[in-house]
């Protein structure tokens, strides 16, 4: 775990700090090892080790740890020889020390067994917070290092046994000294950090030589970690610039698992990675659009000419073949005048994409028959429908007819009708065409997306890309909506 340099401080100080939280500060941090070496819950085992260092501030720290503890001692020597001297009843509680010899792997263990008079006989385990000399002190009164004490009525000067200590390691278990200091039950126990250049001290020759099956399961959990970080590697396509943590293998710790650390992702990966999401939302919104909203239905293509810009290299010509499949698809579902205005919507956000630009793709829905003349102004042979034709649309009015006026429309005046991008419908607010050259019967005039049909029965004027159009007729007028491919299916 990564800590900042202020908690890391507050840590290496406070000596409610676990023995596995203080073995990854001396890994991480260098500054608080001076802290380390005072915190009373510092393990032997990293003391040892702190003891190795060429630092002028460990060692002083290290100086000011072991002069605390030897003040303790000798306190502990007066206040037997005081106890020892007055022959007086015990009536405080007695301590009764006893100390193991400390494994250089795991440090020392001490326990402290406390009882008063009349009392039930407790005992408990210290833990390694306080240092202490690892045999008892020498006592020059014979009743300080006899297993008894005085006990009983003031004065009587009557003996009997101190209660002795009563061990917490459950029956069977085999107690030995650990950096935690109570019998391990769980099997780890921290050392100092594996820096270079420092090995842990061997193990008395009484204790089980474990330790080439710890160096085994740490070389297999080793060998785990580099071929997990080169499987990542290959499924990142070997990309450079990608930040792989160093796994460190721990020195004789024989059940810690080693936690590889989430693969940091490098800037490229990223840019990659969102792209590849936009292609594959654009690829969702086209299959299941409903034709109706231009806005949402260009803005996958304007996430995706951004996307592209940010992976950089020829990401841009690749997502202009993404826009240009993107936009076929669209008029498969819808028509192509419904896929042009999408296009026209994005190309204002994402001009670099020539796709947005081009309309080589488009298939008109109502495509306009060969042999088609270029009027711009005509009227009917009747001369009772006038119209003009351009790029931008058609517009038709009817002077006289028989149905009732439309809507916004007045009786007896023209009634003006008009397709365009946005579709067909009644206007007689547009203005009313000047008429022109007369369009025989069955014959088509063209501008652009836009024509008209001269017909018996009147003229209709389509848009050809979107299938949107309208009719005028003596007996009728009527607007027809653009036609969706998925409707009709």
Request: hydrophobic share 40%; charged share 15%.
């Amino acid at each position: 775990m990564a800590y900042s340099a202020a908690e890391a401080r507050r840590l290496a100080a406070d000596p409610a700090t676990d023995a596995a939280t203080l073995y990854e500060l001396a890994q991480q941090h260098a500054e608080v090892l001076p802290l380390l070496a005072t915190n009373p819950s510092t393990y032997p085992g990293l003391l040892a080790w702190l003891g190795t260092l060429d630092d002028p501030a460990v060692k002083a720290a290290l100086a000011r740890r072991h002069a605390a503890g030897s003040r303790n001692v000798e306190a502990r020597k007066s206040r037997d020889l005081s106890a020892a001297s007055t022959g007086s009843p015990v009536t405080q509680s007695t301590e009764s020390v006893s100390r193991t010899p400390a494994s250089p792997a795991t440090g020392a263990t001490t326990s402290v067994s406390q009882a008063s008079p009349g009392a039930d006989t407790t005992s408990a385990t210290v833990p390694p917070s306080r240092e202490s000399p690892t045999t008892a002190p020498k006592s020059t009164t014979p009743s300080t290092t006899s297993t008894s004490a005085f006990t009983g009525a003031a004065g009587t000067g009557s003996r009997s046994a101190l209660p002795q200590r009563t061990s917490i390691v459950p029956a069977g278990a085999k107690e030995r000294p650990h950096g935690f200091g109570y019998p391990s039950t769980s099997g780890w126990t921290p050392t100092g950090p594996p820096l270079s250049g420092i090995t842990e001290p061997q193990a008395p020759s009484d204790r089980p030589r474990s330790w080439p099956r710890f160096v085994a399961v740490g070389l297999g959990l080793l060998v785990l970690i580099v071929a997990g970080i080169w499987l990542i590697s290959s499924l990142m396509g070997g990309r450079s610039g990608e930040e792989t943590p160093t796994a460190v293998a721990p020195v004789e710790t024989p059940t810690a698992t080693a936690t590889e650390e989430p693969t940091t992702a490098s800037p490229t990966g990223d840019a990659e990675a969102r792209y590849a999401a936009v292609v594959v939302q654009i690829g969702d919104a086209t299959a299941s659009t409903a034709c109706t909203d231009v806005a949402a239905d260009s803005e996958g293509l304007i996430n995706l000419a951004a996307a592209a810009q940010d992976r950089g290299g020829d990401a841009l010509a690749e997502a202009d073949g993404v826009a240009r499949n993107a936009l076929e698809a669209l008029q498969s579902r819808c028509n192509a005048g419904y896929a042009a205005a999408v296009a026209e919507s994005a190309a204002t956000s994402a001009p670099q994409l020539a796709a947005l630009e081009s309309r080589d793709w488009v298939v008109p829905t109502a495509p306009a028959p060969e042999g088609a003349l270029e009027l711009a102004n005509f009227q009917a042979p009747s001369a009772n429908i006038v119209c003009s034709l351009g790029e931008a649309g058609a517009t038709c009015s009817i002077l006289d007819y028989s149905f009732d006026a439309p809507d916004g429309c007045n009786a007896g005046s023209p009634v003006t009708l008009v397709v365009d991008d946005e579709g067909a419908r009644t206007d007689c607010s547009a203005p009313e065409p000047s008429g022109g050259t007369a369009l025989a019967y069955g014959s088509t005039s063209q501008q652009g997306r836009f024509h008209c049909d001269s017909e018996e029965s009147g003229i209709r004027c389509w848009d050809s890309w979107s299938g949107a159009n309208f009719q005028v007729a003596r007996a009728q007028v009527v607007a027809a909506e653009p036609v969706f491919a998925f409707e009709a299916d």
